[in-house]
């Protein structure tokens, strides 16, 4: 069975940097593309980034780019999400998920971890 599970959330204050960490057991975690999703209050979750699958290729969301970045340790079989340069707006459950193409349409993500809070304060 496969399960995905995020740590690493908090609380911080903006300009501040958090890592979450997705760890995957169950099925053969290098096969898939892993992505990244956020969803705050009242809001549509919204594609943070995803990586592939030997971590040599990530995509991100405009909101986030040039600030967060995806990695991953297949050894370990985790995906990282380190966010700096944080800002109120970034304040959301953020979600890990397992894809098999690339997509930015979480409907095509079938495993999804339970999500971790990051709360930016101003």
């Known amino acids: 069975q496969v399960q995905l599970v995020e740590s690493g959330g908090g609380s911080v204050q903006a300009g501040g940097s958090l890592r979450l960490s997705c760890a995957a057991s169950?099925?053969?975690?290098?096969?898939?593309?892993i992505g990244w999703f956020r969803q705050a209050p009242g809001k549509e979750r919204e594609f943070v980034g995803f990586i592939n699958l030997n971590g040599g290729y990530t995509t991100y969301g405009d909101p986030v780019k040039d600030r967060f970045a995806i990695s991953r340790d297949n050894a370990k079989n985790t995906v990282y999400l380190q966010m700096s340069n944080l800002k109120p707006e970034d304040t959301a459950v953020y979600y890990c998920?397992?894809?098999?193409?690339?997509?930015?349409?979480?409907?095509?993500?079938?495993?999804w971890g339970q999500g971790t809070q990051v709360t930016v304060s101003s």
């Open positions: 998920a397992r894809g098999a193409i690339y997509s930015r349409d979480s409907n095509l993500y079938n495993y």
């Open positions: 169950g099925g053969t975690f290098s096969s898939y593309i």
